[in-house]
């Protein structure tokens, strides 16, 4: 295992082996090594196709996430919402499948969303913290200021993620 960056400083690639024989394949996901963090909690979803989940991000209990696709494809998404950051505001935007070599390392203060991109997908995450209801926001997927390049013009969408917040409304919170 090994680590790459990404063009957003924090944003990371973990590169893996994946051991293929007859029976199918094995594949590592995590080495404590490799990103000194604790993390305490998994989390799994699943979706069908066209299902966007996010843009969401935990504001006085930030979490890192490890995104590792266990079936089907996604194009997973996260945006710079630190505010020292010279990123902030941009986006990272990666397609992970069940067939890829690696995970997404997304350290605290991004906000992390996902569109389904198979006929369905599960999406296992290792985070950092313990959801924290209230302190959870959600970015708007389509804020015309971060302009994301979604594959789908219509997604199937939560109420929470329909009424996201704008990029402006993170510029303006006090921290």
């Keep these: ?8 400083k924090g944003l990371k690639i973990i590169k893996t082996s994946i051991f293929y024989d007859r029976r ?11 990103i000194k963090k ?12 066209n299902v966007l989940r996010g843009l969401h991000i935990q504001l006085q209990a ?14 997973d998404v996260a945006v710079d919402l630190r ?17 890829s070599d690696f995970s997404f390392y997304i350290p605290e203060g ?3 969303g996902f569109l389904c991109l198979s006929k369905s997908c599960t999406v296992n995450y290792k985070c950092s913290n ?3 209801e209230k302190s959870e926001k ?3 997927w389509n804020d015309k200021a971060i302009n994301i390049k979604w594959p789908s013009t219509k997604p199937i969408l939560s109420k929470k993620d329909k009424n996201g917040n704008s990029l402006e409304y993170f510029k303006n919170l006090k921290k």
Aim: charged residues 25%; hydrophobic residues 35%; proline residues 3%.
């Design 1 to 8: 295992m090994k680590l790459e960056n990404t063009p957003i």
């Design 83 to 99: 505010k020292n950051s010279k990123t902030f505001g941009k986006y990272y935007s990666i397609v992970i499948s069940e067939k």
């Design 38 to 49: 604790k993390f305490v909690f998994d989390i799994m979803s699943y979706s069908k196709k």
């Design 24 to 34: 199918g394949f094995f594949k590592e996901t995590f080495q404590n090594k490799l």
């Design 110 to 112: 991004f906000a992390h």
């Design 130 to 132: 313990y959801r924290d």
């Design 62 to 75: 930030p979490q890192a996430k490890i995104i590792t696709v266990t079936s089907g494809k996604v194009m």
């Design 138 to 140: 959600t970015l708007s």
